[in-house]
């Protein structure tokens, strides 16, 4: 099991950029795939990228491709998000997620994560 603890949100105008940061403590880093996920007010949460042990392999929705990206520092155990050109539908609270793995696979789906951050607030103004 490890902690997870999100930093680096807060309100932006439409355009601008945030880099979300998450802390991990506990057992190895390097053996757990990480995620980000998010949800709005009132909407089911969704995935948004994750990253597999090595940064091998990373993915990204959809709604999100092109604008944000997904790395990991396994040495100070870290994850990140950057978010370029940041729209209002972007607006949601932030969650860093993780599962330990013994494969290169990372999943996009909630519910292959076992550990979760309390979130962090991203609100986009237009």
Request: aromatic content about 12%.
């Amino acid at each position: 099991q490890v902690q997870l603890v999100e930093s680096g949100g807060g309100l932006v105008q439409a355009g601008e950029s945030l880099r979300l940061s998450c802390a991990a403590s506990g057992r190895a880093f390097s053996s757990y795939a990480m995620g980000w996920f998010r949800q709005a007010p009132g909407k089911e949460r969704e995935f948004v990228a994750c990253i597999n042990r090595n940064s091998g392999l990373k993915d990204v929705a959809a709604s999100v491709k092109g604008r944000f990206t997904i790395s990991r520092d396994n040495a100070k155990n870290m994850v990140y998000l950057q978010m370029n050109n940041l729209k209002p539908e972007d607006t949601a609270v932030y969650y860093c997620a993780a599962y330990e793995t013994e494969t290169e696979l990372a999943y996009f789906t909630a519910r292959e994560y076992d550990d979760w951050g309390q979130g962090t607030q991203v609100t986009v103004s237009s």
